[in-house]
């Protein structure tokens, strides 16, 4: 029986680093660990806040429930051939310490999200992306128990429903299923076809003398590329990009153009426009601004941060102060990336 402990800090468990507390804690490390979770007067007597590593929430104030940290961990090799492998990874994992482990045995397809915070289960949640590849791009299926039934539940990408930082985990499963694992098809890194689309990354390759980069060098240069722009949350408490980047209709986009002909912006389809979220706030003023003890990154403006004396409620406030500067000068609503609780 997985041992529940009573007032506990949850500052260790959010990367924002906020010192709120769970009336009621306990972490699962197996499947065998949630379903006799099930059975206690707990799980049945509270709300309940299921987390990974904390580092997509904002938590405002303190949990009146109980707080289930998922720290199911094993990686397994399910099928290997001369094209692809698939691989199951405990949803438990560090996200980065996984792309790692990949890199290392020559699987390609997730180097591009190297750094990114949080753990394996979270990443199809959010759908993760950066740098040209979102995780539906190697993403082959999962397994998560419902909460409600106690069944163990297996979901293929069609299932999921991904979109834009987006799946159906966020929606109408939200709060329904405990992820346990995710099974990946990675590409052996001689036959991986490199995603380079993004600048930053050719710029990176090139100052690092890189002519004919491995997935090795790519996931190095998004590394120094992350921690050139972002901050480390065991030094500065953040979750990452705070925002979404928004989608707008390309006459938009064209309207904006006008005003703003150094506005940075990304071709969806012929009808809609992605926009940098980072641009629109950093021109509106917010690069860099501190209020409460929190802030927004003086190197990148859509990373919202703690500087140690700020709360979930403080962050909270600046982020609606942000939303309503960008929509008052551009016109355009930006949508928190972060899970409020």
């Known amino acids: 029986m997985p041992s529940i402990k009573k007032l506990q800090s949850l500052k260790l468990y959010n990367t924002f680093g906020f010192d709120v507390s769970a009336e009621y804690l306990v972490i699962i490390s197996s499947v065998e660990d949630l379903k006799e979770l099930f059975l206690t007067k707990e799980w049945h007597s509270y709300p309940h806040l299921i987390i990974g590593g904390g580092s997509n929430i904002l938590l405002r104030r303190n949990f009146r429930g109980l707080v289930v940290v998922n720290a199911i961990s094993g990686i397994e090799v399910i099928s290997q051939n001369d094209n692809f492998t698939l691989i199951k990874a405990g949803a438990g994992e560090n996200w980065h310490q996984f792309v790692l482990y ?139 990009s705070f925002f979404k980047n928004p989608t707008v209709p390309k006459e938009k986009y064209e309207e904006l153009t006008g005003k703003y002909p150094e506005i940075p912006g990304y071709i969806l389809n012929e009808e809609e426009v992605k926009l940098a979220a980072g641009w629109l706030i950093e021109q509106a003023g917010w690069k860099g601004y501190c209020e409460n003890g929190v802030g927004v990154h003086a190197k990148q403006a859509l990373v919202l941060v703690n500087y140690g004396e700020g709360n979930g409620e403080a962050v909270e406030e600046l982020a609606k102060k942000i939303q309503d500067s960008v929509a008052e000068k551009f016109g355009v609503q930006l949508s928190p990336e972060v899970n409020f609780v």
Not at 151 to 176: M, P, V, W
Not at 199 to 225: H, M, N, Y
């Open 102 to 240: 990949c890199i290392n045995k020559g699987l390609g397809g997730i180097e591009n999200l190297s750094l990114i915070p949080g753990t394996v289960g979270a990443a199809p949640m959010q759908n993760i992306g950066a740098y040209g590849v979102e995780i539906k791009d190697t993403f082959h299926s999962l397994e998560a128990v419902e909460l409600a039934t106690g069944q163990l539940h297996t979901f293929n990408a069609e299932d999921c429903q991904f979109g834009y930082r987006e799946s159906i985990f966020k929606h109408q499963f939200k709060e329904k299923y405990f992820i346990t694992s995710v099974t990946f098809k990675l590409i052996p890194a001689e036959k991986h076809v490199l995603s380079l689309d993004y600048g930053a990354i050719k710029i990176q390759l090139k100052e690092d003398e890189i002519e004919s980069p491995t997935i090795e060098d790519v996931s190095k240069a998004v590394i120094k590329i992350r921690q050139s722009k972002l901050p480390d949350p065991k030094e500065i408490g953040n979750s990452g």
